[in-house]
């Protein structure tokens, strides 16, 4: 059992920043690749980012060149540095975590990200 919990979300500028935090606790030895998702009102669920406890990263054509994604295995805490910021980054973000030997993954509860205009 894996429980995520994101933090960071809130309020910002187009172009502005926002750094995304999802810490995991339980069984943590059997978190394998680890991911951000999003969701907006009416649309669905789309992948974000995603790395590897090597560290190889893969990202949505949308946000590449903008978002980073990185994780401390030592932590367990995988994160979302979030740069030039649009509008269409309006979206609850979603901490996912792909376990070994588990025929579901982990979700967060989600944090907020609003992007102004």
């Known amino acids: 059992q894996v429980e995520l919990v994101e933090s960071g979300g809130g309020l910002a500028q187009a172009g502005g920043s926002l750094r995304l935090s999802c810490a995991a606790s339980?069984?943590?030895?059997?978190?394998?690749?680890m991911g951000w998702y999003r969701q907006a009102p009416g649309k669905q669920r789309e992948l974000v980012a995603t790395?590897?406890?090597?560290?190889?990263?893969n990202y949505a054509d949308s946000v590449k060149g903008r978002f980073t994604i990185s994780r401390d295995n030592d932590k367990n805490t995988v994160y979302l540095q979030m740069n030039s910021l649009k509008p269409e980054d309006t979206a609850i973000y979603y901490c996912?975590?792909?376990?070994?030997?588990?025929?579901?993954?982990?979700w967060g509860q989600g944090t907020q990200v609003t992007v102004s205009s």
């Open positions: 339980g069984s943590i030895f059997r978190i394998n690749t």
């Open positions: 790395i590897t406890r090597g560290g190889s990263t």
């Open positions: 996912n975590a792909q376990l070994v030997l588990s025929p579901k993954d982990s």
